[in-house]
């Protein structure tokens, strides 16, 4: 992600502030200029600040922002405890929603009777069973996976080496993108990638709940989740895209880099990486990019004794997959405009 700054005094302020802690400047995001704006009578804030605490411009006077807007089910303000893990869970929606942005796809509220666009139905599960995923441009959020206790305990229980609120909308709006930025043409060529995205899905649940991943899993897939449907290995894909995307921005923003560990012998990859450098519309410079600042962000995650902080492994085909992904991304950016030209699976 880019860094900010405040539009009073140009200190250093991040993505979810709200004002200056140096000069008192009351600020919110402008999703369109991408910046800080001061608040003032014709900028107004969001009108969820409060219950989503958000601090996204209005997009009109007295209208919720470009983000909060996409939600279209949400606690009830009395329902204390959901509402604060809908607060979680909007924050991590609104680096989604930038970032798709900045990546040119921009998401509107889904049309009720047209079914374009998307929306975020975001429950808890207090009371009734609510069961993550994404349906016809609807995705759906248990909030209780905004708990850190309960996300560690499924994610422990299911073996996986990482699991965030930011990942599971990363992960189903690759799902919403899939009819999206795939089209006719390009089906042939993401099939024999990811595998035909039309097989019986609830055969192939059943099954990998009864088998797991096969052994030799890391060879073709991101994930062992990867492996159970071709259109669950294109949204574990296409959200490892957008860690790869934003991390690298971030690290690009922050002018960090990689030189690369000095090793005894000649090395025979480049162990270098310059993310501010990269030109972001090669995807092999952008994975080239990847692997030297993925490995020293590892390292210094353990050097604090935690695991690493990006648990995964990008095998040759893995990192064909990514480049698909990329490249389709890449054009719908160009494309105009993408959000109102969705497509139905068939
Ligand atoms: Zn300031
Ligand atoms: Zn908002
Ligand atoms: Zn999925």
Known sequence: MQVF????????????????????????????RLSMVVLDAAA??????????????????GERCASCRLTRTRPADDDHEAVAQFQVAERAKRRLVFQLRTLGIVLVPRDEETGAGVAFDLLSSQQTPVTTGHAGGVITLDLAES????????????????????????????????????????????????????????????RHYREGAPADWAERHVSEYATMHPAEDWAETLAHYLHLRGVLETAAAYRLRVDGPELPGPSTTSLASDPAAVDTSDAG??????????????????????????????????????????????????????????RELA
């Open 147 to 206: 708990d850190d206790v309960h996300r560690e305990r499924v994610r422990t229980k299911l073996s996986e080496p990482y699991r965030t609120v930011l990942g599971h909308f990363r992960h189903e709006i690759g799902h919403y993108l899939f009819p999206v930025i795939v089209g006719d043409t390009d089906l042939p060529e993401v099939r024999a990638l990811f595998g035909d995205e039309r097989l019986d899905y609830q055969a192939a649940l059943d």
């Open 285 to 342: 410079a952008l994975i080239d990019a990847w692997l030297p600042l993925s490995y020293a962000l590892n390292a210094v995650s353990r050097s604090l004794g935690e695991e690493d902080l990006y648990p995964f492994v990008l095998s040759p085909v893995v990192m064909d997959k990514l480049r698909c992904v990329h490249e389709l991304v890449l054009r719908a950016a160009t494309a105009s405009p993408v959000s109102t030209s969705r």
């Open 5 to 32: 700054s405040c539009p009073g005094c140009h200190q250093l302020v991040f993505f979810a502030n709200t004002a200056c802690l140096r000069c008192g400047t009351r600020f919110a995001f402008d999703i369109d």
């Open 44 to 61: 107004q804030p969001c009108a969820n600040a409060g219950v989503a605490a958000c601090n996204w411009l209005a997009a009109g006077p």
